[in-house]
């Protein structure tokens, strides 16, 4: 019952740009869009997250639509240990504001 | 430096046995959850509590039990009523602001023999 839809797999050369896709069409209007990316056997490690406006932090950019149906994570410069599983998630106001897990994209970065 | 301790983070089990996972915070986060992840798949919610002595069950509670009697403190036993447990558990906790994601734990897997 995830609430967001991302592709199962990418690939991207080292150096460029990742630009992850996540749609999330029926997302409210309070609610957050958060970015995850999980490493084999680690637990997941928070990347970013937003609302309505661009957001940017140290590790990637977050781009949301005006419509907010969809949204993409960038990490501008991929390294081989970029490789990983990356989550995009809504908050779910139920079940003391858990967060809704899909199966993710598998991004994995090549020399 | 705060974060979440997962402990141990490889666990055995025989079939039959209860088992306790240890998951300890020092961020002061009130809220704190359970989530267990099987190869392939993403996170599924087990329990959550919100508050000290005050949990919830989760999608998928069967099986499991956890107690809250302190802030910091937030056991998982799987017990033997727990038909398949073999899996990856993940202990997360949240600060109260809105917007506040998730901390996570680095996880502890179980396997039973």
């Known amino acids: 019952d995830a609430k967001t839809t991302q592709p199962p797999s990418m690939d991207c050369a080292e150096g460029r740009a990742a630009n992850l896709p996540c749609n999330h069409s029926t997302i409210s209007g309070n609610e957050y869009v958060y970015w995850y990316r999980q490493i084999h056997s680690q637990g997941p490690q928070y990347i970013i997250h937003g609302l309505k406006n661009n957001e940017t932090n140290e590790m990637a950019s977050l781009i949301i639509t005006e419509d907010r149906k969809s949204s993409t994570l960038i990490l501008p410069h991929a390294t081989l240990r970029d490789t990983a599983v990356y989550y995009c998630i809504v908050r779910v106001a139920e079940y003391g504001n858990k967060l809704v897990f899909g199966a993710g994209t598998i991004l994995r970065v090549k020399s | 430096d705060g974060g979440i301790t997962q402990s141990p983070k490889y666990l055995f089990r025989k079939e039959g046995q209860n088992v306790t996972l240890s998951c300890e915070q020092n961020?002061?986060?009130?809220?704190m959850y359970w989530y267990r992840q099987d190869p392939g798949q993403g996170l599924r919610l087990i329990y959550y509590?919100?508050?000290?002595?005050?949990?919830q069950k989760g999608d998928i509670a069967e099986g499991y039990s956890v107690s809250r009697e302190k802030k910091e403190s937030f056991p998982l036993t799987v017990t033997s009523a727990q038909k398949n447990p073999t899996a990856f558990y993940l202990c997360a906790s949240r600060g109260q602001a809105r917007y506040y994601g998730y901390t996570f734990g680095s996880g502890t897997r179980l396997t039973v023999v």
């Open positions: 509590s919100q508050i000290v002595n005050d949990f």
């Open positions: 961020l002061n986060h009130d809220a």
